[in-house]
C-alpha cells in the first residue's frame, strides 16, 4: 500500500497457516505432526502465484466439446491449466485420502485443516476432491471392486489425462444423483439399470446435476427391479471403449465456476451394482455424512477467507480522520466475523474428530446441524466483508465478489437448510439418548446462557412430538450454538468466549455487528497474525 493515496491491495503473500494463532494452536494440541507440513502448504497457497491461480480458474472456467473435428462424440471438457495445478497441490498434501490410508491420530485435524486453508484460496477445486474421498469407505465395503483401484485412490499424483482407468496413476470420482423432477428426494429416481448376463448393467435416464463430469468414474443412482440402487459408473468401460454418458451441457452457476457441473443422459452405459440392490439411497446417505463434513469445513473456509480481507482492508484504509479498524462500529462489525470465523473453525475439528473417533453424535447429529448453520453463516458473513470494502469489494477484480458468489452452494449441495434440520430431527428420533447425552455435556458448561439453551433443548426434544418439525431449523441452530459455545470457552480466549457467548446466545444470534462485541479490539488483535 502508498499510505499517500489510501488505497489496500488485497491481502496476499502470507502464510495462511501461521498467520492463524487460533487455527494454529488447535494444531498444536489436535495433530502436531500436522504443523510442519501444513505450514509450507499455507506459505504456498498463500503465495501470490497461487492467487493468480484461482483468479484464472475461475475467470477461464471449462467448456465442453461435445464432438471432435470429424463429428464423434467426445464429451470433453477444456480446463485453464491452472484448474489441473490446483488440483495437483490438493493431491500431494494427501488431503483426498490419507484419512483412510493410515490410522495416525489427527489425521483427520490435519485432513480439516488442509482443506480448510486450501478453501480459503479456491473452493471449487474442493469438489473433486470431496467426492472422491467420500467415496472411498463406500466402496471398500465392495473389496472386489475397491482392490483394484486402491492404489489409485491413495495416489499423491494428479493424472489430467482423459484416458481408460487402467491407464492412470490416479482417479478422480464424481456423483450423479438428483434428477429434474426429484431434487432432493431421490426415491423420485428415473434412471433405470438392466442387469446383464455378466452381471454387469446398463444404465438409461439423465442426471440433472452430474459432478465434475470428466472424473475417472462417478457414483450414480439408478432404479432395479428391487428400487434405487447405487452404480459405480466409469469413463471408459473395461475393453476402453469411452462410455454411453452424454454430456448435454455444464452448468452455467451462480458460483463454483472453475468446478465443471454438467446436465448428462445415460445411453445404456456400463456400471456395476455397489451394495445391496434396492439399498442404493441408504449407501449414499453414508457417502453423504462425508461431503456434509466438507461443506462445513468449506464454508468455515470461505468465512476466514472474508475476514482477513475485510480485517486488512480495515487495518489499512483512513476515513474521517482515523483507521477503520479503530472506529467503534467497525471493530463491533469485525469482532463479530472474528468470532464467526474462529467458532466455524474450531466446530469444524471438533466433527473432524467425531469422524476420526466415530462418535454417533458428532457424525450423525451435529453433522447437518453444523451443515445448516456454518454455510449460512457463510452465505451472511461473506456479504458483511464484501460490503465493509464498498465498491472494491463489490467488483468481479477483488476475491471477495467470488467468495460471496461461492457461498450458496455449500448451502445447496449435499441437502439444502430444510433438508439438513430434517436430518437432525431424525437422527434424534433414531438414537434420542445420543442426544440428550450431548445435551447434558452443553448444560454442565460454567455459562448460564449456555445450560438455559441446553435445558430448553431438552424441554423441546421431550415434548410433543409434533411440535418439532416446525422448529426444526432452530433445533440445529440451538445445538450448533451451544457446541461452538463450550468449544470457545475450553479453547478460546476468554475475550473472545466471552464475547462469542454474549453475542450468539444472549440475543439472536443472527445479524452480524448489532450486538457490542466485549474486547473487541484484543479479539482482532489476536485474529491475525502479522
Keep these: 500500500m502508498n499510505s499517500s493515496d489510501n488505497l489496500v491491495d488485497e491481502w496476499v503473500g502470507h ?7 487460533a487455527l494454529l494452536a488447535a494444531l ?3 495433530a502436531p505432526q500436522a504443523i510442519e507440513p501444513l505450514t509450507r502448504y499455507g506459505a504456498e497457497l498463500g503465495s501470490p502465484e497461487t492467487a493468480q491461480l484461482a483468479r484464472d480458474a475461475n475467470r477461464s472456467g471449462p467448456v465442453l466439446r461435445q464432438l471432435d473435428a470429424r463429428g464423434r462424440r467426445v464429451d470433453a471438457v477444456d480446463f485453464h491449466p ?3 495445478a490446483l488440483l495437483a497441490m490438493y493431491r500431494r498434501q494427501g488431503l483426498v485420502a490419507d484419512v483412510f490410508a493410515t490410522d495416525t491420530p489427527g489425521r483427520w485435524a490435519q485432513f480439516a485443516a488442509g482443506c480448510y486453508l486450501h478453501g480459503q484460496v479456491e473452493a471449487g477445486s474442493l469438489c473433486p476432491a470431496t467426492m472422491t ?17 486402491r492404489d489409485r485412490f491413495f495416489s499423491r499424483e494428479h493424472d489430467p489425462l482423459d484416458r481408460p482407468l487402467a491407464d492412470k ?11 429434474k423432477q426429484g431434487g432432493s428426494d431421490l426415491r423420485r429416481v428415473t434412471t433405470t439399470a438392466t442387469e446383464q448376463a455378466d452381471g454387469s448393467f446398463r444404465l438409461t435416464g439423465h442426471k440433472w446435476f452430474f459432478s465434475a463430469p470428466t472424473s475417472d468414474a462417478h457414483l450414480v443412482l439408478a432404479c432395479t427391479g428391487a428400487g434405487p440402487t447405487c452404480f459405480w459408473l466409469p469413463r471408459y468401460t473395461p475393453d476402453g471403449v469411452r462410455n454411453a454418458v452424454h454430456v448435454m451441457r455444464l452448468k452455467d452457476k451462480l458460483g463454483n465456476r472453475s468446478n465443471a457441473s454438467s446436465e448428462v443422459e445415460f445411453h445404456g452405459a456400463w456400471a456395476q451394482r ?4 434396492g439399498r442404493g439411497i441408504p449407501t449414499l446417505i453414508e457417502m453423504a455424512g462425508y461431503t456434509r463434513l466438507n461443506c462445513v469445513i468449506g464454508s468455515a473456509a470461505l468465512l476466514r477467507a ?10 489499512e484504509r483512513h476515513a474521517f480522520g482515523r483507521r477503520l479498524a479503530e472506529q467503534p462500529l467497525m471493530q463491533t462489525v469485525l469482532a463479530d466475523l472474528a468470532l464467526e470465523s474462529e467458532a466455524a473453525m474450531r466446530l469444524m475439528l471438533r466433527l473432524a474428530r467425531g469422524f476420526e473417533q466415530g462418535e454417533p453424535a458428532w457424525q450423525r447429529l451435529m453433522t447437518p446441524a453444523a451443515k445448516l448453520w456454518v454455510c449460512k453463516r457463510a452465505l451472511e458473513c461473506t456479504g458483511e466483508a464484501m460490503e465493509l470494502l464498498g465498491g472494491n469489494g463489490y467488483v468481479e477484480d477483488g476475491v471477495l465478489a467470488r467468495l460471496y458468489r461461492e457461498a450458496p452452494v455449500n448451502s445447496i449441495w449435499e441437502g439444502s437448510g430444510n433438508v439438513m434440520a430434517l436430518d437432525v430431527l431424525r437422527a434424534i428420533a433414531r438414537e434420542p439418548d445420543v442426544a440428550l447425552a450431548l445435551l447434558d455435556e452443553f448444560a454442565a458448561s460454567p455459562d448460564a446462557p449456555v445450560q438455559a439453551e441446553a435445558r430448553a433443548l431438552q424441554r423441546l426434544l421431550t415434548g410433543d412430538p409434533a411440535a418439532l418439525e416446525p422448529q426444526a431449523r432452530r433445533v440445529a441452530q440451538g445445538f450448533v450454538l451451544c457446541a461452538q459455545a463450550v468449544l470457545m470457552r475450553e479453547q478460546s480466549s476468554t475475550a473472545a468466549a466471552d464475547a462469542f457467548i454474549a453475542t ?3 440475543g439472536d444470534g443472527r445479524l452480524i455487528g448489532t450486538t457490542a462485541v466485549p474486547q473487541a479490539a484484543q479479539i482482532l488483535a489476536a485474529a491475525l497474525a502479522g
Design 504 to 506: 450468539r446466545l444472549g
Design 306 to 315: 472474508g475476514f482477513v480481507q475485510a480485517l486488512h482492508n480495515a487495518r
Design 274 to 277: 455397489v451394495g445391496d440392490e
Design 133 to 149: 474421498q467420500a467415496a472411498i469407505p463406500v466402496l471398500q465395503k465392495q473389496p472386489e471392486l475397491f482392490a483394484p483401484l
Design 15 to 21: 502464510n495462511l497457516l501461521t498467520t492463524d494463532p
Design 28 to 30: 498444536r494440541t489436535a
Design 82 to 84: 491452472a484448474w489441473h
Design 169 to 179: 496413476p490416479a482417479l478422480w470420482v464424481g456423483m450423479g444423483m438428483t434428477e
